[in-house]
């Protein structure tokens, strides 16, 4: 649903643009030259902040926790541990299904208990890793947290990092913590 205000606008200022170049009387020299300038910035302003925020979302699920970052200049983040999760739930309208994306809500143990994630692609399958990650999770807990090599940690950290969804200092963290684990 995210997309359908950004569609709605761009083809309203599309229609507007025309008019300007097609309908307006060439008497009205200035309205013509400067309505598409004054629709394409009203445009800009409408749509870019959406663009960036949904460039800027990010939504990974490793085999510890799910992570949520949001944010250009500012920024904020979510992360709930696989362990804490209670239940996954998700939804989508008839239109969402067509463009494959919904909503999914989390809810876990934490002080915050739901999450809502809106705009999600693929919502269901996202449910289902998260399930499958959690169980896998649940099952290393209970053979005494050698459910996943340090080896294999790493190679999802480095994969993560080299994504460019983990800063360098995440990364140092992450990969400190792991190596020291059991020591």
């Known amino acids: 649903m995210a997309i359908l205000g950004p569609?709605?606008?761009t083809l309203g200022a599309l229609v507007a643009v025309i008019v300007f170049a097609f309908v307006v009387p060439a008497s009205l020299t200035p309205l013509r030259q400067y309505g598409p300038a004054a629709v394409a910035a009203g445009w800009l302003i409408l749509t870019v902040r959406g663009f960036i925020r949904w460039l800027t979302t990010q939504h990974v699920i490793t085999n510890e926790r799910v992570i949520h970052r949001q944010g250009f200049v500012s920024k904020q983040g979510k992360e709930i541990p696989l362990e804490?999760?209670?239940?996954v739930s998700f939804s989508q309208t008839v239109f969402e299904r067509v463009v494959g994306s919904g909503d999914l809500v989390i809810e876990s143990a934490g002080e915050t208990g739901q999450t809502r994630y809106t705009d999600i692609p693929d919502p269901e399958g996202l449910q289902t890793l998260i399930y499958r990650n959690r169980e896998q999770r649940m099952l290393g807990l209970e053979r005494g947290g050698q459910g996943t090599s340090k080896a294999e940690q790493l190679r999802?950290?480095?994969e993560l990092h080299d994504q460019g969804k983990l800063s360098d200092d995440e990364f140092g963290r992450e990969k400190a913590r792991?190596?020291?684990?059991?020591q």
């Open 156 to 158: 999802i950290l480095s």
């Open 7 to 9: 569609i709605s606008i």
């Open 178 to 182: 792991i190596m020291n684990e059991g």
């Open 84 to 87: 804490m999760i209670n239940t």
